[in-house]
């Protein structure tokens, strides 16, 4: 079975660019979750998706924001890039709201690193 | 979201147990204690997870206090790759909005030492 993919694996932006991230959760699943995982800083629950709607946000700016499209994968946006927002930024999966284990376990992607010059 | 406290790195030879402690004491009646790792270069990984009774499975085993204001990851034989940093979380209930999200704290680095 196939795990959470994310693409790109890498990408390099400069201040001030927009940035799209992609993820493809796991066949069934139907939440997807968005981190941060900055140096210094930890991992840092930005987003959940569930159904094609955004169900929770973490403590981060409006620039970043996401959707989700009607076959679960995600789109994470962020507008205005600056230096901090360089990190990994990881996606998870996992049943949703209407599955029948709504806190089973998240399956995590391996990431997209993201540098802002 | 309730803090977990744990230590921030602790060592273990290869094939002995390792325990690894999580103090929570501001925990919620309907808080799930759940338990991932992260090895070098990789997404966290789900390791375990209980409410008040201890739990095992093919990883691991969680032991859970009586008061619920700690518990211990336990490896049964450690091995070379189960070197990672452990997270134990605190989650809310699944009805609870902010149960959908995973708050990492700064979680224990363990080293295996061959």
């Known amino acids: 079975e196939a795990g959470v993919t994310q693409s790109p694996t890498h990408l390099i932006k400069t201040r001030g660019q927009q940035a799209t991230l992609r993820c493809s959760p796991i066949s069934g699943h139907t939440s997807v979750y968005w981190y941060q995982q900055a140096l210094g800083l930890g991992l840092q629950f930005l987003l959940w998706?569930?159904?094609?709607?955004?169900?929770n946000r973490g403590n981060f700016p409006p620039r970043f924001s996401g959707r989700q499209f009607p076959n679960y994968s995600s789109e994470l946006n962020v507008n205005a890039l600056e230096l901090e927002d360089s990190a990994l930024y990881l996606c998870?999966?996992?049943?949703?709201?209407?599955?029948?284990?709504?806190?089973?376990?998240?399956?995590f992607g391996p990431g997209t690193r993201l540098t802002v010059l | 979201d309730a803090k977990t406290t744990q230590p921030n790195s602790m060592e273990s030879n290869e094939e002995e147990p390792v325990h690894l402690p999580c103090n929570h004491s501001t925990i919620s009646g309907t808080d799930y204690i759940h338990w991932y790792r992260q090895l070098p270069s990789q997404g966290p990984e789900y390791v375990i997870h209980g409410l008040t009774s201890n739990v095992n499975n093919r990883m691991a085993s969680l032991a859970i206090a009586e008061d619920r204001k700690s518990s211990t990851l336990i490896l049964h034989r450690a091995t070379l790759r189960d070197a990672a940093v452990y997270y134990c979380i605190l989650r809310a209930a699944p009805w609870e909005t902010s149960g959908s999200r995973l708050t990492f704290g700064e979680g224990t680095q363990l080293t295996v030492n061959p």
């Open positions: 998706y569930d159904e094609g709607e955004e169900r």
């Open positions: 998870a999966s996992s049943w949703g709201l209407a599955g029948l284990l709504p806190l089973n376990e998240q399956f």
